[in-house]
């Protein structure tokens, strides 16, 4: 199973200043990848069966990167996560290679991040984390 989780975003902030008129005060960026790598098990009740439970058990890896400016300056943030992951749900196939499930999913990470400001400073930071319980409702191709 290899599940490919990307995402961003980009945005511009602006203020009004005493004369009405627009100003430029900064802006962010953001972007990420997470990669989720492992085994899947799927049970049913045999070829003609519409309705597979399943479960799954994997790593997980990724990579983030932001990014902020405005007129007193800019920062830039780069981070990694590995950890584990697992999951449990059902998969109703509409066809023998499509189908919609619904999923429980846990997660446990490790994330590091660097930073460094347009002064000069530099952050480092590290956390331990984890997610309980997201469900979610997706559609997925089999091949």
Request: charged share 15%; aromatic share 12%.
């Amino acid at each position: 199973m290899l599940d490919l989780r990307i995402s961003g975003g980009h945005s511009e902030y602006l203020t009004t200043d005493s004369t009405g008129r627009n100003r430029f005060e900064g802006l962010g960026s953001n972007a990420s990848i997470q990669a989720r790598f492992g085994w899947r098990h799927y049970a049913g009740d045999g070829n003609g069966t519409k309705l597979v439970s399943h479960y799954s058990l994997g790593v997980l890896a990724g990579f983030a990167h932001s990014v902020g400016s405005g007129r007193g300056g800019g920062s830039y943030q780069n981070g990694w996560t590995a950890g584990a992951f697992g999951d449990v749900g059902g998969t109703y196939l509409l066809t023998p290679r499509f189908g919609i499930e619904a999923l429980a999913t846990a997660a446990l990470s490790y994330d590091n991040t660097l930073g460094k400001v347009s002064s000069g400073a530099k952050s480092r930071t590290w956390s331990i984390g984890g997610s309980a319980v997201g469900a979610s409702l997706v559609a997925t191709l089999y091949f």
